[in-house]
């Protein structure tokens, strides 16, 4: 008796067997693996001991009062009161009517300084990506490049603060380069201990964190999409009006957020540059916790989460960073 074979047909790899035999073979050497449940679990658990009951405890600190050296676990809104509004908020003959505590004038100081950093942020950062990933052709350069932009990560974020006090105080390097070229008859006062410093020193520390998402995504910008419309006459402007600008909204998007929810948390650098003469929400969490007012610490750091909640929020609004991937 003859054993017919099952039919062959061409497949990627030759002849295959139809039907049945396919099938055992492929169901062979299925193995089952671990559920969903077991491969989010890790990830679940750093989540919530790590992100959701520090973020619970913030809450219910919030809450409690403070006795000076410490809290109790006794319920109260006055924190939130203090935050919220002046003792003469509701005077009509005090100065103080209707104006905004400290609190939240140091919440709105710390969001003109981010929005103002991220400005000049995007305008030095989106030129050193576009230059990176356009105008350099070789791959092995482009990364040695990128690489040489990423040094200031290699040392330490205290050490590049500091770094700015030889460099722009009354006998810093700057003063000392005015007046070699002859521009001042003395040195300037400006430069350190001020908003301009404190600027310059932010824009430094963070521009890297938008350089990287930028340069990634610039780099996906498929060149023949470029040709093509060069071919059709459009203009360099055009063509980075119409391709390149809006294939490069999502990176523009994350670097963005990525400086901005570094730059809302910032104390540091106010302190180390400015000298501690501004303050930030972030400086005022870390007066009150070196007291020991931990209640309004935390309602400080609830109402800087918030804040951070809503900018993101707004950057993601405008660029949806999803469909544009």
């Not at 990627?12 to 671990?34: C, M």
């Not at 402007?237 to 998007?253: D, K, N, T, Y």
């Not at 935390?298 to 707004?314: E, H, P, R």
Request: proline share 5%; hydrophobic share 55%.
């Amino acid at each position: 008796m003859v054993q017919i074979a099952p039919p062959l047909h061409n497949g990627l790899i030759g002849d295959q067997p139809r039907g049945g035999a396919a099938a055992e073979a492929k169901t062979a050497w299925r193995s089952p693996g671990f559920s969903a449940g077991w491969l989010i679990a890790p990830a679940g658990l750093w989540l919530l001991v790590f992100l959701i009951v520090p973020l619970v405890a913030i809450i219910v600190f919030s809450l409690w009062t403070s006795t000076g050296h410490g809290m109790k676990p006794e319920l109260t809104l006055l924190n939130y009161g203090e935050f919220f509004l002046a003792e003469d908020f509701f005077d009509r003959d005090a100065d103080g009517f209707l104006v905004p505590t400290i609190f939240i004038r140091t919440l709105g100081t710390t969001i003109k300084y981010t929005f103002t950093v991220m400005f000049f942020c995007l305008l030095l950062g989106y030129p050193i990506a576009y230059f990176l990933a356009m105008q350099v052709r070789s791959f092995k350069w482009q990364m040695a490049m990128f690489l040489i932009a990423l040094v200031p990560f290699w040392t330490s974020y205290l050490i590049r603060a500091v770094a700015w006090l030889p460099m722009l105080g009354r006998r810093g390097l700057l003063n000392k380069l005015l007046l070699n070229l002859d521009i001042v008859d003395k040195p300037v006062k400006f430069l350190l201990y001020s908003d301009f410093g404190y600027t310059m020193a932010l824009v430094q520390l963070y521009v890297v964190l938008c350089v990287g998402p930028m340069f990634f995504s610039l780099a996906k910008i498929d060149g023949a999409i470029l040709e093509a419309a060069r071919d059709m006459g459009a203009s360099p402007f055009q063509i980075f009006r119409e391709i390149i600008g809006p294939l490069s909204l999502p990176g523009v998007a994350i670097g963005m957020i990525f400086i901005f929810v570094m730059l809302m948390g910032e104390f540091a650098t106010a302190v180390v540059v400015y000298g501690g003469m501004t303050s930030t929400t972030g400086t005022v969490i870390l007066n009150y916790y070196a007291i020991a007012n931990y209640p309004f610490a935390a309602v400080n750091a609830i109402m800087l989460m918030l804040a951070m909640m809503i900018g993101v929020t707004m950057i993601l609004r405008l660029v949806n960073i999803r469909k544009e991937l």
